[in-house]
């Protein structure tokens, strides 16, 4: 190329780079020039014709200011829709309102808002009947309750500013604490307003709330019950988008109940809670006590109630036609199934996930809260009753499972002329793997039966599990114990399962540094226990994910025990030349003479 022709293409391409240059900084200025105008045209109050005025119109607030636009949104107003738009939910809120309210007056009648928290309890069933009557009385004055502690009304009803305002209240980012304060005084407030006899008194500070005076036994399986309910109805809610249908079955949390009173009861109170019937205990525990039970034991549990909320305005009023109140559940069939058929109950699910967050408990809670039986079965990975007992039949099971899994332990010992029978489980956020030493990140163990109670790592060590299946073949003076562990140390385990599933150690807290301490049943003691296995089930709570990895690896697996099963002809060039031919001679005829080949 010519040095004519080189200049020539520079200059082009400088030109190119120029005029770029120009159009840039001529945009830049015709924009300027209409925000001036539209500056200028809001201060005159006179209408713009460009295509701002066109985004600002479509960008109006509805919310009782469609001739706002967000410039002339209050600081107040902004605070509060930023509080609520840290919950995720003022798109929904804004919908519900919109529903809800009556444009006249951009409010929301009070009788509008109450009903988003009415229940029917014509399809609820509980074998109590005191508890189902006092169940249907509470959810009958709920919703008036609600708006007197958290709404601010007017004489025409909730206003947009308030209506987010009291929802923040019930459902913003709070600490456990304070969220469980709030669901006391909703439980207090709405069994007065319903005649129930409850003695809780609240003395409020700026940020805090002393709580006085007394539960009874039945107070608090009355709270647990309508807790246990708000979980079912927000689950329900969301999963069947604001439908429901089928029936209510709530399921026996009484260990909850005793778990309560053996924390909470007065030192030297004797009680057998082998035998205990709830119902029937009259004692009565400090309040301030049973607020600092559950937030050891049952720390989500004003969850329940935040979630109800949120449910039942964001869910429930997505549709007009879904305002009807009701209490039905397409898990019927399922949650009879899952407590007549599995260790694992649907009260045990749910005391369970109210220790959790994140996906694990979501997982736990869809066993809680099935949508039909194949769900509640793909979580099932291994029964001893059903695919036998046994570490090997046990490892088959789990092999290939990289996810949280839920090990159930039920057992039975001798305590004198009495046969005790309780229930113990085990948490872990990874699946098994064959080794001679103790390995994991992290876990919890479970007192489920007769009294439940909640122990999480207490940091110190991370003996979290020990799953050994069988030695490595080589020569050990001290082999390792073959089983299953959880916490302590080799030889000195807090919980061991030996290979034949037939014996359950479970020793006292004092050898393990890696849980929480606290006895696995009543009246453990410092001994060690040795009690005979009844059933062990595990649960798997990875998700489809783990389970398609599971599949996979089993596929992987049998394909290679497939192919060292086959024998290959081929590789054979006669017959009469192989080893097997000249093995089976041998055995058939030691004493035959054959020739030695030299």
Same mark, same amino acid.
């Given at each position: 190329? %010519?040095?004519?022709?080189?200049?020539?293409?520079?200059?082009? =391409?400088?030109?190119?780079? @120029?005029?770029?240059?120009?159009?840039?900084?001529?945009?830049?200025?015709?924009?300027?020039?209409?925000?001036? $105008?539209?500056?200028?045209?809001?201060?005159?109050?006179?209408p713009t014709n460009h295509f701002f005025s066109a985004i600002k119109q479509q960008k109006k607030i509805k919310m009782g200011q469609s001739s706002s636009t967000e410039q002339n949104v209050s600081p107040e107003l902004r605070e509060v829709q930023s509080l609520a738009a840290s919950t995720g939910s003022l798109p929904s809120l804004q919908k519900a309102f919109s529903l809800l309210s009556d444009p006249q007056i951009n409010s929301i009648p009070l009788l509008s808002l109450q009903k988003c928290f009415d229940f029917n309890f014509d399809n609820f069933e509980s074998d109590q009947q005191v508890l189902r009557k006092d169940c249907s009385l509470f959810f009958t004055h709920l919703g008036s309750a609600i708006i007197d502690l958290f709404f601010v009304t007017n004489k025409d009803g909730v206003n947009w500013l308030e209506f987010l305002r009291g929802y923040t209240k019930c459902c913003g980012r709070m600490v456990a604490s304070s969220l469980f304060n709030n669901l006391l005084q909703v439980f207090s407030t709405t069994c007065s307003k319903a005649g129930l006899s409850v003695d809780l008194q609240f003395e409020k500070f700026d940020d805090d709330c002393k709580i006085n005076g007394t539960l009874s036994a039945h107070n608090i399986l009355t709270l647990l019950s309508i807790c246990w309910i708000f979980s079912w109805d927000s689950k329900t809610l969301k999963s069947n988008t604001g439908k429901t249908e089928g029936k209510c079955v709530l399921p026996d949390i009484s260990y909850l109940v005793l778990s309560a009173i053996e924390s909470c009861a007065e030192d030297g109170l004797e009680l057998n809670f082998w035998d205990s019937v709830v119902s029937e205990m009259e004692i009565r525990l400090p309040g301030s006590k049973i607020h600092l039970w559950a937030l050891k034991n049952i720390p989500n549990l004003a969850d329940c109630f935040v979630q109800f909320v949120s449910a039942r305005l964001c869910h429930l009023t997505t549709d007009e036609d879904k305002l009807e109140p009701s209490c039905s559940s397409a898990q019927e069939s399922s949650t009879s199934a899952i407590s007549e058929v599995n260790l694992l109950t649907c009260g045990w699910a749910w005391a369970i996930s109210l220790t959790l967050r994140g996906s694990v408990c979501e997982e736990i809670s869809r066993i809680c809260f099935p949508n039909n039986s194949d769900e509640i079965n793909q979580h099932l990975l291994y029964r001893s009753s059903v695919h036998g007992k046994g570490l090997n039949r046990f490892w088959s099971n789990v092999e290939g499972y990289n996810g949280p899994l839920l090990v159930l332990i039920a057992a %039975?010992?001798?305590?004198?002329?009495?046969?005790?029978?309780?229930?113990?489980?085990?948490?872990?956020?990874? !699946?098994?793997?064959?080794?001679?030493?103790?390995?994991?990140?992290?876990?919890?163990?479970?007192?489920? %039966? #007769? *009294?439940?109670?909640?122990?999480?790592?207490?940091?110190?060590?991370?003996?979290?599990?020990?799953?050994?299946?069988? #030695?490595?073949? $080589?020569?050990?003076? =001290?082999?390792?114990? *073959?089983?299953?562990?959880?916490?302590?140390? @080799?030889?000195?385990?807090?919980?061991? @399962?030996?290979?034949?599933?037939?014996?359950?150690?479970?020793?006292?807290?004092?050898?393990?540094?890696?849980? &929480? =301490?606290?006895?696995?049943? #009543?009246?453990?003691?410092?001994? &060690?226990?040795?009690?005979?296995?009844?059933? *062990?089930?595990?649960? !798997?709570? !990875?998700?489809?994910?783990?389970?398609?990895?599971?599949?996979?690896h089993r596929k992987r697996e049998q394909l290679f025990t497939d192919q060292r099963r086959k024998i290959d002809l081929k590789t054979f060039t006669n017959w009469e030349d192989s080893p097997e031919k000249m093995m089976m001679d041998m055995m058939s005829n030691p004493s035959a003479v054959r020739r030695e080949e030299r």
């Open positions: 190329m %010519s040095i004519a022709v080189k200049k020539t293409v520079n200059c082009f =391409h400088v030109q190119n780079i @120029i005029i770029f240059f120009t159009l840039e900084s001529l945009r830049s200025r015709f924009i300027k020039y209409l925000q001036l $105008l539209d500056k200028k045209a809001q201060k005159n109050h006179r %039975s010992c001798e305590d004198g002329d009495n046969t005790r029978r309780w229930v113990i489980g085990a948490l872990t956020h990874q !699946g098994f793997e064959n080794k001679d030493s103790f390995y994991g990140t992290s876990g919890s163990l479970y007192a489920l %039966s #007769p *009294v439940f109670r909640a122990l999480t790592t207490s940091g110190r060590e991370k003996n979290f599990i020990y799953s050994h299946l069988h #030695p490595t073949g $080589l020569y050990d003076a =001290h082999p390792k114990p *073959v089983g299953i562990a959880f916490g302590g140390n @080799i030889g000195n385990e807090r919980i061991f @399962i030996d290979e034949d599933f037939a014996k359950v150690t479970v020793r006292h807290h004092a050898v393990d540094k890696t849980y &929480q =301490h606290g006895a696995l049943f #009543p009246n453990q003691g410092y001994l &060690q226990v040795d009690a005979s296995v009844l059933e *062990v089930e595990v649960w !798997g709570l !990875g998700g489809t994910g783990s389970i398609e990895i599971q599949n996979s």
